[in-house]
């Protein structure tokens, strides 16, 4: 049974780089039905192993600044010294085909979204201690030691921003981590606004 509007919930995740999101929200869609991530836009250069139209949509600094001007991004940041972005029509096209969806977006593009999307919900993701994300960091290995430097740096200022969300998840133990995940999933799925009233009138309060 889905909601009456038949329309997607949207979960907005965000965490300082290294503390594990990705990682958490590959093994949820590959868990749970009805979930997908949205595939932002990126001017960063692909990483070893990044599939272009799966991980990101991979552009130049200019396309990325003309779809600005176009009005196309739901959300945007700079982050890390690269532009991120997430397309309004993409997100559309999945909430409206009913199905959930992860925007795994940095804490600049969380606050747009809040002002857009009054019923997303918010979860953050916190590493163990600044000692764990540092080694998680350097055991990806796939960026710069100066870049590296710069995740870390922000990473402090994005972890200041925690309160702006509904929940907080603290990325230890993988598979706890992923549970305590899903639990907010299927909570945030059985709120009464997300049941579809005709459904319950026709098959239990007529039946
Ligand atoms: P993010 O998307 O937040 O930048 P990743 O998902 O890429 O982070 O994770 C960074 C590194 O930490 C990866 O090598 C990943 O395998 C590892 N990692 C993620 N979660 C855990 C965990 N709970 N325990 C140990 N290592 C983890
Ligand atoms: P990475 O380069 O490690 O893939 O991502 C760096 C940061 O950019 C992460 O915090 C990630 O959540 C954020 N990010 C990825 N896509 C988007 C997006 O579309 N919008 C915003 N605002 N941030 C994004």
Redo the contacts with the bound molecule.
């Keep these: 049974m889905t909601k009456s509007s038949g329309r997607g919930n949207i979960f907005i995740?965000?965490?300082?780089?290294?503390a594990g999101?990705?990682t958490l929200c590959k093994r949820l869609i590959g868990t749970m039905d009805k979930l997908k991530t949205?595939v932002?836009?990126?001017t960063?250069k692909p990483?070893d192993g990044e599939v272009r139209g799966e991980?990101?949509f991979f552009v130049t600094e200019r396309k990325f600044r003309s779809m600005i001007a176009a009005g196309e991004?739901v959300?945007?940041?700079e982050?890390?010294g690269?532009l991120?972005?997430?397309s309004r029509k993409r997100l559309e096209k999945v909430i409206n085909d009913g199905y959930d969806v992860i925007?795994?977006?940095?804490?600049?593009?969380?606050r747009?979204i809040r002002n857009t999307f009054e019923n997303g919900v918010f979860i953050f993701i916190l590493p163990p201690s600044m000692t764990v994300l540092r080694e998680r960091l350097e055991k990806r290995m796939s960026?710069t030691r100066e870049d590296m430097e710069r995740?870390l740096a922000r990473a402090v200022e994005?972890i200041r921003e925690y309160k702006m969300y509904d929940y907080v998840i603290v990325n230890d133990l993988l598979r706890s981590s992923i549970r305590k995940f899903e639990s907010i999933i299927t909570a945030e799925r059985q709120r009464s606004s997300n049941k579809d009233s005709a459904w319950i009138e026709k098959n239990i309060i007529r039946r």
């Design positions: 995740v965000s965490a300082p780089s290294g999101k990705t949205s932002s836009f990126t960063r990483r991980d990101y991004f959300e945007w940041a982050v890390h690269n991120y972005g997430t925007l795994d977006i940095d804490t600049q593009g969380a747009q960026n995740r994005e």
